[in-house]
Structure formats: structure tokens, C-alpha cells
């Protein structure tokens, strides 16, 4: 099995596309599907169903996935070892979630423009158990976690900064300038991003303890808001989302004091030796997302 067509298939198994595989390769779609092809006959088996313009993974696919992504690391690593350029170069996979991305990442993305161009970022948008899914998978090389601080196996993390959470409300909401404790949420109207976001989650943890919770979910944290300012109900929302709106007074905090703590992080593969560029992205987003906190 050669490198190259290692290469060629793990990047059609990830993105389930000869097309998009090709474009990030920089290949012909017809050098793709030929390597595919000369893979699949080295080994013996199809890796591969074609329906139509859909293609999915076979059993033996989906079996040899893990086995080439280590075996790319490796490669990746041994060249790391030799020879590890003065200027830190490559493509870095990233999983991160809209709140970061919006109001955490756009600095560190910044810093990675003007001052390393050589360092490709591609984000990817995932939460919760996808993104650590796709870390021990190596689909990722390292994704940022909003979470209580936990110890998952088969990751390092790195604690960046603790997030603080705002409960908010339209401003002259029943509950404004009061004390408000959890049993006051319950049976009022809730707002919600959609579950496997962890604040929203342990929130639900809570005041289903007490009693019968029914969120009405939005899809983005910017609409989430806007409902919220609306009238529609109250929302927990990280502190930086909303930020601007509490200035404006937009949206009011009410007060209330989450009994969990979130911390933003930064996870990677454990055992995974992390080339230069990603070990520069980790110092960075450390001293970055430490300033803003």
C-alpha cells in the first residue's frame, strides 16, 4: 500500500466525495478515482459503494480508515522528527463550535494570517462528542471544547480560560433586578441552542431536577438572542455572545449563578506528537484566549 493512495483515500472516506477530495488534493477527480481504484485492487476488496452520485464507505472501508489515518500520522511525525522547517508551514484541521469561532477565534485567526501564512486553518464546526469522536479518529488534528473541565480518554486537553455564562432576558422581564433561583425558571418560557452544546445541556440538567422543561430550540446563538431580546424567553448564552447586547441593553442579565462551571479547551489525540505548526497554534490560542478571559 502506498503512501500516496493512503493519502487519496482518507481524504475521499472523510469528506464521502471524489470531487472535494480531489479539490483539497489539488488532483484531477480522475487521478482520485483512478488511485482508488488501484488501491482497491492492491488490496482485493471495494472501498467503496458507488449509489449513484453518493459514494459510502464498505465494511472492509470502514476497517481500513483508522489504519490509514495512523499510518499518515506516523509519516507526518517521522518527517516532523528529521527535518521541521524554520518557518511552520502545513494545513491544520480544527474543530471549534460558532460561539468560538465568532468571538474567541477571530484574533488567533489573525495572528495565523499576517504572521504565519505558511499555516492553512480549516475549521470545522462540531460539538460535544463529535468533536472528540473526530480527534481519536484523526479526522481532526486538534478541536476546542466548551466544557467542565474532564479528563476524556484517549485525548490531552489543555485548559485555555474558564467562560462565564449570562442568563438574559428582553429588558422589563418579571424576573429582572430580582434574586432568581432555579425553581423561578421552571414552567417559564426557555431558549435553547440545540442539545449536545454543553451549557445548554447541564442547564437542562438542572431544572429537569425540578420539573417538566420544554425548550424552544434555535439553531444559531445569533438567533437564540434575537428571540430572546424579543420577548420570547429566557436564554443561557456564554457571556461573550452577548456581550454587546448587554451593553445596549438589548438584553438584561438576570440574577442567577450557573452551579457548573465551563471551561474553554483545547484537545488533541493522546500519545500524538504534534507537529510545529499545530504545537505553535496551541501556545497561541493559550496567551490569546487567556487575554480575552
Do not use: N
Amino acid at each position: 500500500m502506498e503512501l500516496r493512495l493512503l493519502v487519496t483515500f482518507e481524504k475521499v472516506a472523510t469528506a464521502l466525495s471524489f470531487t472535494r477530495a480531489a479539490a483539497e488534493l489539488s488532483y484531477a477527480q480522475s487521478s482520485v478515482t483512478g488511485q482508488i481504484r488501484a488501491l482497491e485492487s492492491s488490496l482485493g476488496v471495494e472501498l467503496f459503494d458507488r449509489l449513484g452520485s453518493r459514494i459510502r464507505l464498505t465494511e472492509a472501508g470502514e476497517r481500513l480508515l483508522p489504519y490509514a489515518r495512523q499510518i499518515i500520522e506516523l509519516a507526518d511525525e517521522a518527517r516532523a522528527a528529521v527535518v521541521e522547517p524554520e518557518e511552520p508551514s502545513g494545513t491544520l484541521t480544527v474543530g471549534t463550535m460558532e460561539s468560538l469561532t465568532s468571538y474567541r477565534l477571530p484574533p488567533l485567526l489573525e495572528y495565523f494570517h499576517h504572521r504565519h501564512p505558511g499555516v492553512r486553518l480549516a475549521l470545522r464546526t462540531t460539538i460535544g462528542d463529535e468533536t472528540r469522536q473526530a480527534l481519536r479518529q484523526g479526522a481532526y488534528d486538534v478541536g476546542f471544547l466548551m466544557e467542565e473541565r474532564t479528563e476524556h480518554p484517549g485525548l490531552t486537553t489543555a485548559v485555555l480560560a474558564e467562560e462565564p455564562l449570562a442568563l438574559v432576558a428582553a429588558p422589563g422581564h418579571p424576573l429582572t433586578g430580582a434574586a432568581v433561583a432555579t425553581a423561578d425558571l421552571v414552567g417559564r418560557p426557555l431558549l435553547a441552542t440545540e442539545p449536545g452544546c454543553a451549557y445548554r445541556d447541564l442547564f437542562e440538567r438542572e431544572l429537569r431536577a425540578l420539573g417538566d422543561v420544554d425548550f424552544l430550540e434555535f439553531g444559531t446563538i445569533e438567533a437564540t438572542k434575537r428571540a430572546a431580546a424579543a420577548g420570547l424567553g429566557i436564554a443561557l448564552l456564554p457571556e461573550v455572545t452577548v456581550a454587546a447586547e448587554l451593553a445596549d441593553a438589548s438584553l438584561v442579565r438576570l440574577d442567577w449563578e450557573p452551579p457548573f462551571r465551563l471551561h474553554t479547551q483545547l484537545a488533541w489525540r493522546a500519545g500524538k506528537r504534534l507537529p510545529a505548526h499545530a504545537r505553535l497554534f496551541v501556545e497561541q490560542a493559550r496567551r490569546l484566549v487567556a487575554e480575552q478571559a
